[in-house]
């Protein structure tokens, strides 16, 4: 398979908003969960987001609200739309896919993505 490649990242201020994609060949029709994950230095990664084969999302409670995760069947691309960022969502991204319904912890996921820095200034 192809890997997971995920794109988007950059610099924004306090409040601003960013869309991460995630070109994943392969990934999508296969595996049972597509997932968001990020990592802050100093910190252990932890899931976002994360999205089943019939599109149902699920976030974890810091995100809630905030962010949208969403795909592309058609075109094989994961998306997360980050809204009213904050500097406490400083982390490297990194887009993942999994067998099994989605976790915060970043032991399951089978197939990860090298990651793109989001970087949120006060």
């Known amino acids: 398979q192809e890997q997971l490649v995920e794109s988007g990242g950059g610099s924004v201020q306090t409040g601003g908003s960013l869309r991460l994609s995630c070109a994943a060949p392969?990934?999508?029709?296969?595996?049972?969960?597509m997932v968001w994950f990020r990592q802050a230095p100093g910190k252990e990664r932890e899931g976002v987001a994360g999205?089943?084969?019939?599109?149902?999302?699920t976030y974890a409670d810091f995100v809630k609200g905030r962010f949208t995760i969403s795909k592309d069947d058609a075109k094989n691309i994961l998306y997360l739309q980050m809204n009213r960022l904050t500097p406490e969502d400083t982390a490297t991204y990194y887009c993942?896919?999994?067998?099994?319904?989605?976790?915060?912890?970043?032991?399951?996921?089978?197939?990860w993505g090298q990651g793109t820095q989001v970087t949120v200034s006060s």
């Open positions: 392969g990934y999508i029709d296969d595996a049972y969960c």
């Open positions: 999205i089943d084969t019939d599109g149902t999302p």
């Open positions: 993942a896919a999994g067998f099994r319904a989605f976790r915060t912890d970043y032991g399951w996921p089978n197939y």
